[in-house]
C-alpha cells in the first residue's frame, strides 16, 4: 500500500512504525510503570527525570576524603595496606581502571590467591566517563550528601542495582539524543548536572558486572559482596559470610601452612566499613601466625578508665566477662593500631565523646544535634565491643577451624549479646543538679486507678494481695504508714508470722517527701520514672542520697500529681530515702528485713534476676522445716505493685511449690476444662513454646506446673486483668488493631511476653533438675552449660507467633528486644 512513497520502517529498540514523507515519529515502549517525575538539584538548575521519582545519581568521590592522596596514582582513594607487612589491603571505591591498577599491585607482590570483598551495600553504578567506568551512586535531594541505602543482601543489592540501571536506560529513551543527567561535583553545581549518552544497559556499569568479570578471566581472584551497614556493626550472618571463605580453604586456618590470600576490600571511602573488616580479617591471620601478645600487660582500673585505650563501662563489663578478657581486649587494641591510617576504631571513641560532652555542656546545640553525636558515639562503641568479641570467639574456635558459626558462638554465650547491647552507661553520671534546673522533676508515685485492688481502705498499700496459699505478697510502693499498716498485719497472730521480708524491686530513684512516695522523671519523658544504670542496691540508694540532698538544698519544688496536669508547688520538710524509710520502721519491728533487688526492666528477668530472687529467698529459709511453718513472709513491691511484682511473685511461687509440693491442679486429671474463643493461644500454645516443651525432659508437667501458678497469682489479682499468660495474647491482638510507634511498642511488647512466660518454663526446669543437688548450679550456670548446647538461646533468638504472623517481627532477635527496652533519655553528664 505504500509502493512509490518515501518510507522508512523502524524495528529496533521502538515499536514498530511506519514513517511517511521522512519524517520520523519516535514511539518508544518504556519500561516504567510509575509517572515520570522532574526534579533539580537546586533552585534555577536544569529539571530532569529522576530516579523513583525522587533520586539523583551522583559521582561517589563527592564526599570521599582522600586522607593518603592515592586517587591520583591509583584512582583508589586511600589505599592502604595494614602493618607489620599482613596481606591486609583496604581502600574507597576505585574505579573500573583502578581496580585493575590495584589488582596488577597485588599480583605483581607474589599474591597468588586473592579475596576481593566489596563491602557496600547502596547501590553502585559504573558510567563511561572518558576512558575510564567511574563509579555512581544515588542520591535523595533532600539529604544530597548521604548515600541511599537500599539491600541488606548481596543478592538483593545486585537486584537493585540492575532495576536502577534498566530504569536509567528507559527514562533516557524520552530524549532523541538518549542522555541522561549525573553530577559529578557538588561544590561547583553551576556546572552540573552532565549530560551523557546512555542508549544501552552496556552503557552503566553494575558492581556485580565489574568485580565478577574480574574473578571470571582470574582464577586467582574470588569475589564477594558483603553488605555492610555504613552505621552500626555487620549481623551475625554477615560475619559467617565473610567467615565461610576461610572455612571453604583450610589451609588458610592451619598453621603450619603458609597460605593466606591477600584480602583486598572496598568501601565508600576506605574508612569505617573497611577498617572493621581489615581488623577481622588481620585478627584472623595474627592467630594463624601466632603474633598476637600472649600475656596481658595492663589491667583495667575501674575508679581510673583510660578512655583513649577505650576502657568504657560496657568494655569494662564485657572484659570481666570474657575468660581472659583483657588480654584479648588488648590484642584487638594492636591489632587496630596497625589498621589506622584511615580511622583509628579505639580512639575515635574518645573524640566523639569529648564533641558529645561539649554540646550537651554547652547547651548551645539543638537537641538533634546532640542526639546524632551520643548515636555517632554509640556506634563506635558497638564496633570496639564487637571486635572484642570477634576476637574472642577466634580465640576460643581457631583451633578447631572455626568449626562453630559465629552466630552459634554467641548463642553459646548468650551474656555476651547482653553485654553488648548495653552500652550506654552515661545515666551513672547524670548530674542532681538536673533537679534544680528542671530538666527532670518529681511525679507522684500514686495516681488516679492505680489501686485496682481497693487495698488503700484496710492496708493504706495500693495493689495488695497473697499468692494463695503461699507466704508470698505483693504491693504497690508504700508509704511510711502503709509499710507499717502491712508489716504489723503480717505479723499479727492471725498471720501468724515472724519474719517479714520486704523486697524493693525498682531500679528508678524514689524519695519519700513529707510522708508521699516520689519518682524522678525527664520532662521529655513524664510518663516513665528515669530507671537508674546501677548494678546494686546500694549503689542505686547512694543516688537517691545525692538526689535528697539536692533536695534539701531549697524549700519549694514543682511536682506533678498527675502528668496530664500543671506542676504544684510543694514544700519540702522531711525527705526519706527507701532505706532510711525502712530503717525506721525496723526500729519498731526488729522482726523486719529489708532488700533492695532492683530489677531491670518491667516485664522481663535475665537469668542473673531470677538468681538473685531464688538466693534471696533461700537466704532466709535456711532452717529445717521453715518452708512449711510459715514462719516468713516475703513481700515484694515496685511502683505500681503490677508487672514487676507479679512476675517476682510467680518465681517465688515455684521455688516454694518446689520444696513444698505442688497442690491439686498441677497433673493432667486435674485440670480445669475451660471453653473459650482462642483457648489455644489463652492457654499458652504457641508454637515456639510447644518447641521449648518437646526439648524439656517432661515438659508438658513443666509447663502444667508454670500455668497452675499463674492461675492462682490471677485469681487474686483479676481485677487488674494482668494474667502472666493470656496477656500475650491480648496485647498481639490489640497491637494488631494500632499503628505507627503504638503499634510498634505493642509488638515487643508481645514478644517480650512471650519471652518471660518461656523463661519461667525455663526456671521451672531447672528447678526440676537442680533440686536434688540443693541449687548448687545457679539458674545462669543451668542456661549457660545445659540449656544452650540444647538449643534454648536459638529458639529465644528466633522467636515469633508463627501461627499468627505472615513473617516475622524485627523483634524476633533477642537483641533487638533488648535495645528498644532500652530506655531513651536525652544526654547529660558524662559518656562512660
Request: include cysteine; glycine fraction near 4%; charged fraction near 25%.
Amino acid at each position: 500500500m505504500y509502493a512509490g512513497k518515501q518510507c522508512v520502517v523502524r524495528t529496533n529498540k521502538v515499536a514498530p512504525v511506519i514513517i511517511k514523507d521522512c519524517r520520523e515519529e519516535f514511539q518508544q515502549f518504556l519500561e516504567i510503570s510509575e509517572p515520570i517525575i522532574h526534579g533539580s538539584l537546586a533552585e534555577g538548575m536544569l529539571e530532569h527525570p529522576l530516579i523513583k521519582g525522587k533520586y539523583f545519581i551522583v559521582r561517589d568521590f563527592n564526599d570521599v576524603k582522600d586522607t593518603l592522596q592515592t586517587y591520583r596514582l591509583t584512582s583508589a582513594p586511600n589505599f592502604h595496606q595494614a602493618s607489620s607487612d599482613q596481606p591486609i589491603f583496604a581502600s574507597g571505591q576505585p574505579t573500573v581502571n583502578g581496580l585493575g591498577k590495584v589488582l596488577t599491585h597485588l599480583m605483581s607482590d607474589s599474591h597468588t590467591q586473592i579475596l576481593l570483598l566489596n563491602l557496600r551495600s547502596e547501590p553502585i553504578l559504573f558510567q563511561r566517563v572518558d576512558d575510564d567506568y567511574v563509579p555512581y551512586s544515588v542520591r535523595h535531594q533532600e539529604n544530597i550528601h548521604n548515600m541511599v541505602m537500599m539491600g541488606d543482601t548481596k543478592d538483593s543489592c545486585d537486584h537493585i542495582e540492575s532495576c536502577i540501571r534498566k530504569e536509567i536506560v528507559s527514562l533516557a529513551g524520552i530524549e532523541d539524543e538518549f542522555v541522561f543527567y549525573f553530577y559529578d561535583n557538588l561544590d561547583k553545581l553551576q556546572q552540573e548536572p552532565h549530560i551523557r549518552k546512555v542508549e544501552f544497559e552496556e552503557d552503566i556499569l553494575l558492581s556485580n558486572e565489574v568485580y565478577a568479570r574480574e574473578a571470571f578471566s582470574n582464577p586467582s581472584l574470588r569475589y564477594d559482596r558483603i553488605c555492610l551497614p555504613e552505621m552500626g556493626i555487620p549481623t551475625e550472618d554477615l560475619v559467617d559470610q565473610f567467615l565461610s571463605h576461610f572455612r571453604e580453604s583450610p589451609v588458610y586456618l592451619d598453621k603450619n601452612n603458609p597460605a593466606f590470600p591477600a584480602v583486598y576490600l572496598i568501601s565508600h571511602s576506605g574508612g569505617r566499613r573497611s577498617a572493621i573488616m581489615m581488623v577481622m580479617s588481620c585478627l584472623i591471620y595474627a592467630h594463624k601466625k601466632g603474633t598476637l601478645v600472649k600475656e596481658s600487660s595492663h589491667i583495667i582500673n575501674p575508679k581510673h578508665p583510660n578512655y583513649n585505650d577505650g576502657e568504657y563501662q560496657a568494655v569494662q563489663k564485657l572484659v570481666n566477662h570474657l575468660q581472659d578478657g583483657n588480654l584479648i581486649k588488648q590484642q584487638v587494641d594492636s591489632v587496630i593500631d596497625e589498621c589506622s591510617q584511615v580511622i583509628n576504631l579505639r580512639t575515635c571513641i574518645i573524640d566523639h565523646k569529648k564533641k558529645l560532652e561539649a554540646a550537651a555542656f554547652k547547651r548551645m546545640q539543638t537537641d538533634s544535634f546532640v542526639e546524632h553525636v551520643h548515636a555517632g558515639c554509640l556506634s563506635a562503641l558497638e564496633t570496639y565491643c564487637f571486635l572484642i568479641t570477634f576476637n574472642a570467639y577466634l580465640r576460643d574456635q581457631m583451633p578447631n577451624n572455626l568449626s562453630w558459626s559465629y552466630n552459634k558462638w554467641l548463642h553459646r554465650n548468650p551474656e555476651v549479646i547482653r553485654l553488648c547491647s548495653q552500652l550506654d552507661f552515661s545515666e551513672l553520671s547524670s548530674p542532681p543538679s538536673l533537679l534544680s534546673s528542671q530538666h527532670r522533676v518529681l511525679v507522684y508515685d500514686d495516681y488516679i486507678g492505680l489501686d485496682v485492688l481497693s487495698s488503700q481502705m484496710d492496708i493504706k498499700v495500693s495493689n495488695f494481695r497473697r499468692l494463695m496459699g503461699l507466704p508470698i505478697y505483693g504491693m504497690a510502693q508504700p508509704t511510711r504508714k502503709g509499710l507499717s499498716k502491712v508489716v504489723n498485719h503480717l505479723l499479727h497472730h492471725k498471720q501468724g508470722y515472724s519474719n517479714v521480708i520486704v523486697v524493693n524491686l525498682r531500679s528508678d530513684y524514689v524519695l519519700e517527701v513529707d510522708e508521699t512516695s516520689y519518682s524522678v522523671r525527664d520532662m521529655s519523658n513524664l510518663a516513665e520514672p528515669i530507671h537508674s544504670q546501677c548494678s546494686s542496691g546500694k549503689d542505686l540508694e547512694d543516688m537517691e542520697q545525692k538526689l535528697k540532698k539536692e533536695l534539701r538544698s531549697k524549700k519549694v519544688w514543682k511536682a506533678y500529681k498527675e502528668v496530664t496536669s500543671p506542676a504544684v508547688d510543694i514544700e519540702v520538710t522531711s525527705v526519706f530515702t527507701p532505706e532510711e524509710l525502712y530503717e525506721q520502721q525496723r526500729l519498731s519491728t526488729l522482726d523486719m528485713h529489708y532488700r533492695r533487688l532492683p530489677l531491670q526492666y518491667d516485664h522481663c528477668l535475665n537469668e542473673q534476676e531470677f538468681d538473685e530472687i531464688q538466693d534471696l529467698i533461700l537466704s532466709f529459709m535456711k532452717e529445717s522445716g521453715s518452708w512449711v511453718d510459715n514462719s516468713h513472709a516475703f513481700v515484694f513491691h515496685c511502683r505500681t505493685g503490677k508487672s514487676r511484682t507479679s512476675l517476682t511473685m510467680a518465681v517465688a511461687g515455684l521455688l516454694f511449690y518446689h520444696m513444698t509440693g505442688f497442690p491439686y491442679g498441677a497433673n493432667p486429671d486435674e485440670q480445669e476444662r475451660v471453653s473459650c474463643p482462642n483457648a489455644r493461644y489463652t492457654k499458652g500454645e504457641y508454637l515456639v513454646v510447644e518447641k521449648l516443651i518437646w526439648m524439656l525432659p517432661d515438659g508438658h508437667q513443666v509447663k502444667r506446673e508454670v500455668d497452675l501458678v499463674l492461675d492462682r497469682l490471677f485469681e487474686t489479682m483479676s481485677p487488674m486483668h494482668f494474667h502472666l499468660r493470656e496477656v500475650i495474647f491480648v496485647v498481639f491482638n490489640k497491637g494488631k488493631s494500632t499503628t505507627g510507634a503504638a503499634k510498634r511498642y505493642m509488638n515487643r511488647l508481645s514478644y517480650d511476653f512471650l519471652e518471660r512466660y518461656l523463661y519461667l518454663i525455663l526456671y521451672n526446669a531447672y528447678l526440676h533438675m537442680e533440686k536434688s543437688g540443693h541449687f548448687q548450679r545457679s539458674f545462669t550456670r543451668w542456661m549457660t552449660e545445659v540449656a544452650a548446647p540444647a538449643g534454648v538461646y536459638e529458639l529465644l533468638d528466633n522467636l515469633g507467633f508463627f501461627t499468627l504472623e505472615s513473617s516475622p517481627s524485627e523483634f524476633s532477635r533477642l537483641k533487638n528486644r533488648i535495645l528498644d527496652r532500652q530506655q531513651k533519655l536525652p544526654f547529660s553528664g558524662v559518656f562512660v
